[in-house]
């Protein structure tokens, strides 16, 4: 009896042990789930921070204290799909990629057109819309095409692609730099444009109609300047970010969702 005792002690003991055991090898397994949490592929774990500028109509505005737009909509509809709670940060458009590259933003959204440029230093999602740089002048401007740019007064949000391509050399087919007067946004340099300090502005199509819809005196020039391919960019580090979203935009691409989107902020004319 005694002995039969001792055995089912002696059980119990190893039992117990192997038990341990059992916890000791799950201890590494707990602690890389920690580590994988940590090392989170977004910024803040559960959130997908957008970085964007605001001030583009219809792709990001504000209405009211919101950010609304195709952009804002289409990075709700990719951040549902990855069960993450979008937030979006409103900065100055140059701003955008230095902050996607230092990691504080985990992806920039801003009707942003890929070049090659850009591409050195974040890596872009799929294209999901196409824009065209176009030039808006007052309604009794002598600029009739783009030919008639040379040697004229030039505004251009800083930092985009009308700012690029106008500010390039006249050899490059820009207007030289002294020429270009680069502002924060673009509502400030169709503010220019009213007040005379400039003679055009070169920027994106949509939001060039949204500014002469919304300003006396404004006309588009029928001379189209550039198309363009927006994306969404994401840092060179973050590759697993950048498919993840990606394959959630192409979903949405081809189910109809972004066209849905776009159809309710831009309607053919
Ligand atoms: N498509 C132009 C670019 O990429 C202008 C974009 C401006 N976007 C904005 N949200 N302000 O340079």
Do not use: H
């Not at 740089?133 to 040379?150: G, R």
Request: charged share 25%; with cysteine; glycine share 8%.
């Amino acid at each position: 009896m005694k002995k039969f005792s001792k055995i089912v002690s002696v059980l119990a003991a190893l039992a117990i042990a192997a038990l341990c055991c059992g916890c000791g090898s799950n201890t590494p397994d707990t602690k890389s789930d920690t580590t994988d949490s940590k090392a989170s592929m977004t910024v803040t774990e559960g959130k997908l921070i957008m970085a964007t500028n605001a001030e583009f109509p219809p792709y990001e505005y504000k209405e009211g204290d919101k950010i609304v737009g195709i952009d804002a909509e289409v990075a709700k509809l990719i951040a549902d799909k990855l069960n993450l709670e979008l937030e979006i940060a409103d900065v100055d458009f140059d701003s955008i990629i230095p902050g996607v590259q230092s990691g504080k933003y985990d992806m920039g959204m801003a009707g942003m057109t890929v070049t090659d440029e850009r591409k050195e230093k974040v890596n872009f999602s799929d294209s999901y819309a196409t824009g065209v740089q176009v030039v808006i002048v007052k309604e009794d401007s002598d600029i009739k095409t783009t030919a008639d740019l040379n040697g004229k007064k030039i505004g251009a949000q800083q930092g985009t692609t009308g700012y690029i391509y106008a500010s390039d050399t006249v050899e490059n087919g820009g207007f030289g730099e002294e020429n270009v007067t680069g502002y924060q946004n673009g509502a400030l340099a169709v503010e220019a444009l009213k007040g005379g300090k400039i003679d055009c502005v070169i920027i994106d199509n949509e939001p060039a109609k949204a500014y002469v819809a919304a300003n006396e005196g404004l006309k588009i020039l029928d001379t189209e300047y550039v198309t363009e391919d927006y994306a969404i960019c994401f840092a060179k580090s973050n590759t697993e970010l950048q498919t993840k979203v990606n394959d959630a935009l192409k979903e949405l691409i081809a189910d109809g969702s972004v066209k849905k989107v776009v159809d309710t902020y831009i309607k053919a004319d």
